[in-house]
């Protein structure tokens, strides 16, 4: 029904499933005939599914094509509805001067990992060591980025691509040490063609932002001849969600008419991106519940008719217990220290997110969408009674925009009593203001300087 692991972020890449495999796991992946696998991060509360929909053997590096969804994700896919491609790959974020000692760059993986590389002057590269194996690296030459799997030794070439955010470093060839390449073409912002060194491909076809089905061409080994086939349609509601996965169960005609297809259906919890159910064609269904800032509660799985099993999860200050449908609790302890995520995957409402920089360093820009609504970034922790919690932000302003409110909030008690909470500015210009308890507001904040804030709570 679902498999749990533990591990950093969103994704699967930095997880314990990934660096231990099947020992880093606790259950079965599988769902139905659909082969939908089924994941949860028992560390950050985020369900990951995983499903393969199209595979082309070619010479060299074969053409696969998966997509991956994360419930905590940060809406950065294509049509931002937590949804990624596997082809969506990108590097982006250099903070610092190009190679030289301190500066960082982030890639993005296909399930939506996003992994900070440092650099190494020894290795001439940036180096990650974050997942399994040995470590990857990224290398830059003439505007074009590099990455090197640092066990397969496969080789991915990015180059620049400029959005309405700025500027990201996206895949356009992957290369083996024959160098048989596969090659990713694009149409404006969209990648349309998956090509394989032999000749065969992938294509998406789109409707505007959604990718509507993938046609596979090759080569009829009995025949010689081409053809073509469309094995995986997709289907979308109102607000861009993912809601159908069509497969055709006799894909070389074109056609689906002849109703030979198994589908796979996600509904959602309310206006959210949070999925809350899987149905599938032979009868498989996973219900999904979700408690305070999205974090997965339970997952009930339907055995046959009238019969389900009920995964419960719940969360501690540094721990989290899973009890499964008998009854058989297993307890997840983790490291305590520092419990932030990278800002690029913090959750978000009413605000688009870009690339930017302070102070030379790689930042987030946050734009409010409608002035109307509220909006906000934030991040989730447990925290035990009379522990103390600290975090840090440097902030710059914007335009006329020269005040933030920011804060340490509790779903129990609120902001809290104002003498348990504590700020102050480490550097740069501004003033605090304490508003409530845990709620402060800097103001005074320069548009080209950043000013960086601290601030504590003790929770009771």
Partial sequence: ???????????????????????????????????????????????????????????????????????????????????????????????????????????????????????????????????????????????????????????????????????????????????????????????????????????????????????????????????????????????NRLTTVTVDLSPNDGSVADGKVYVTTYAYDGTSKRVQSIAQSDGSLLSITYGSYGLVETLTETIAAGTTSTTTIAYGPDYTEVTDGLGRTTRFDFASGNVASPLAVWGSINVAKEAATINGAAATKYTVQSASSYAAFFQSSWVEANRTLAFGLTLQGVGSVTSQSLGLYSDQTGWGPASESSARIVSGPGQLQQLEGGQWVVTGLSTTEGTRVEISRTYR
């Fill in 1 to 239: 029904m679902v498999a749990i692991f533990t591990g950093a972020g969103v994704g699967f890449e930095r997880g314990s499933g990934s660096v231990l495999g099947s020992a880093g796991l606790l259950g079965s992946s599988s769902l139905g005939r659909g082969s939908d696998q089924v994941f949860l991060n028992a560390a950050t509360g985020n369900l990951v599914i995983r499903q393969q929909d199209e595979f082309l053997v070619g010479r060299g590096p074969d053409a696969a094509v998966s997509r991956t969804y994360n419930s905590l994700g940060d809406l950065s896919d294509d049509n931002g509805d937590n949804w990624r491609q596997s082809t969506d790959r990108r590097v982006y974020g250099l903070s610092g001067t190009l190679n030289t000692p301190g500066s960082t760059v982030r890639r993005v993986s296909g399930d939506g990992s996003d992994i900070l590389y440092g650099w190494d002057a020894a290795k001439a590269a940036y180096v990650a060591t974050d997942g399994a194996g040995a470590h990857d690296t990224l290398t830059s030459a003439s505007g074009v980025w590099t990455w090197t799997d640092g066990d397969s030794r496969l080789r991915e070439t990015y180059t620049a691509y400029t959005t309405g955010y700025g500027t990201i470093w996206r895949i356009s060839q992957q290369t083996d040490d024959d160098g048989n390449a596969l090659t990713f073409t694009y149409t404006g912002a969209n990648l349309t063609r998956l090509a394989t060194a032999d000749g065969g491909y992938i294509d998406y076809v789109w409707s505007g932002d959604k990718i509507s089905q993938i046609v596979t061409g090759y080569t009829d080994l009995q025949t010689g001849a081409a053809a073509t086939l469309t094995r995986t349609r997709y289907g979308y509601d109102a607000s």
